[in-house]
Nanobody
Framework: QVQLVESGGGLVQAGGSLRLSCAASGRTFSAFALGWFRQAPGKEREFVAA????????NYANSVKGRFTISRDNAKNTVFLQMNNLNPEDTAVYYC???????????????WGQGTQVTVSS
């Protein structure tokens, strides 16, 4: 079992940046692959980014490649999502996720945070 708590969301103008954080508690943090998903109003939840248990491999949705960066700090039990050059289409609730499997974390992870709102104004 792992508990995930996101922070760092807010309102930003187009072209701006935000850094989301997700603090984990519970089982050994390094045992989990970590990911970020988002859900915009009226749309299904979609994959954004993921990082493997060892931090060596990162995957991104095409829509955020080159703009978003996922990273993890195992000493602080925290995963981050640095979001640059934001646009209104990035407006959504962003969810942190975790799973023991490096691939499953990109599709149907077992553990979810409560979400944090990101709003990008034009």
């Amino acid at each position: 079992q792992v508990q995930l708590v996101e922070s760092g969301g807010g309102l930003v103008q187009a072209g701006g940046s935000l850094r989301l954080s997700c603090a984990a508690s519970g089982r050994t943090f390094s045992a989990f692959a970590l990911g970020w998903f988002r859900q915009a109003p009226g749309k299904e939840r979609e994959f954004v980014a993921a990082i493997t248990r060892n931090g060596f491999i990162r995957n991104y949705a095409n829509s955020v490649k080159g703009r978003f960066t996922i990273s993890r700090d195992n000493a602080k039990n925290t995963v981050f999502l640095q979001m640059n050059n934001l646009n209104p289409e990035d407006t959504a609730v962003y969810y942190c996720a975790a799973d023991n499997d490096n691939l499953v974390v990109t599709t149907t992870p077992n553990y979810w945070g409560q979400g944090t709102q990101v709003t990008v104004s034009s």
